[in-house]
């Protein structure tokens, strides 16, 4: 049985239900929010290739896998963003069918950059209107971490 608040008239499992729909706005709205003020000048796929990318080369099958997209999309994707020397793609020694792509050092660059104008976007924003702008930051990113970690355990 779930309780129900009496002031809402809602059970715990409404609320919670609640409150995760506006947390998935929110997360949302600030993830579009700071990808602007970014100004990578790439799509948002070709950010998140390139996201996937930064701490390891990935056959795209991987890279397909990790970002959600289908493969023919990560394949131009790729295309686009080796033309721009941002990322690179190299046939397997082994086995000719696989194709590993990598990070340029333009690419983790230009990454960094993003991130950076990212974090001030960010911070100037907390610094308008949030008395402790270190507590508040820390505490989100714990919280997304809690909530990761407890996902992440129940699918594997």
């Given at each position: 049985?779930?309780?129900?608040?009496?002031?809402?008239?809602?059970?715990?499992e409404?609320?919670?239900e609640?409150?995760?729909?506006?947390?998935?706005?929110?997360?949302?709205?600030?993830s579009?929010?700071?990808?602007?003020?970014?100004?990578?000048g790439?799509?948002?796929?070709?950010?998140?290739?390139?996201?996937a990318?930064?701490?390891?080369?990935?056959?795209?099958?991987?890279?397909a896998?990790?970002t959600?997209?289908?493969?023919p999309?990560?394949?131009?994707?790729?295309?686009s963003?080796?033309?721009?020397?941002?990322?690179?793609?190299?046939?397997?020694?082994?086995?000719?069918?696989?194709?590993?792509?990598a990070l340029?050092?333009?690419?983790?660059?230009?990454?960094?950059e993003?991130?950076?104008?990212?974090?001030?976007?960010?911070?100037?924003?907390?610094?308008?209107?949030?008395?402790?702008?270190?507590r508040?930051?820390v505490?989100?990113?714990?919280a997304?971490?809690?909530?990761?970690?407890a996902?992440?355990?129940?699918?594997?």
């Amino acid at each position: 049985m779930h309780q129900s608040s009496p002031a809402s008239g809602l059970t715990d499992e409404q609320r919670i239900e609640s409150a995760a729909r506006g947390l998935l706005r929110g997360i949302g709205r600030l993830s579009q929010t700071l990808f602007r003020t970014g100004e990578f000048g790439l799509t948002r796929s070709q950010a998140a290739v390139l996201d996937a990318l930064e701490n390891r080369s990935l056959r795209v099958t991987a890279l397909a896998a990790y970002t959600g997209m289908s493969q023919p999309r990560v394949t131009v994707v790729l295309q686009s963003l080796e033309e721009r020397g941002l990322a690179s793609r190299e046939r397997g020694a082994a086995d000719r069918r696989v194709v590993e792509a990598a990070l340029t050092p333009a690419g983790r660059t230009l990454l960094e950059e993003g991130r950076r104008r990212m974090a001030a976007a960010l911070l100037r924003g907390l610094d308008a209107g949030v008395e402790d702008s270190e507590r508040a930051v820390v505490a989100a990113r714990d919280a997304l971490t809690t909530l990761l970690n407890a996902m992440e355990s129940e699918t594997s």
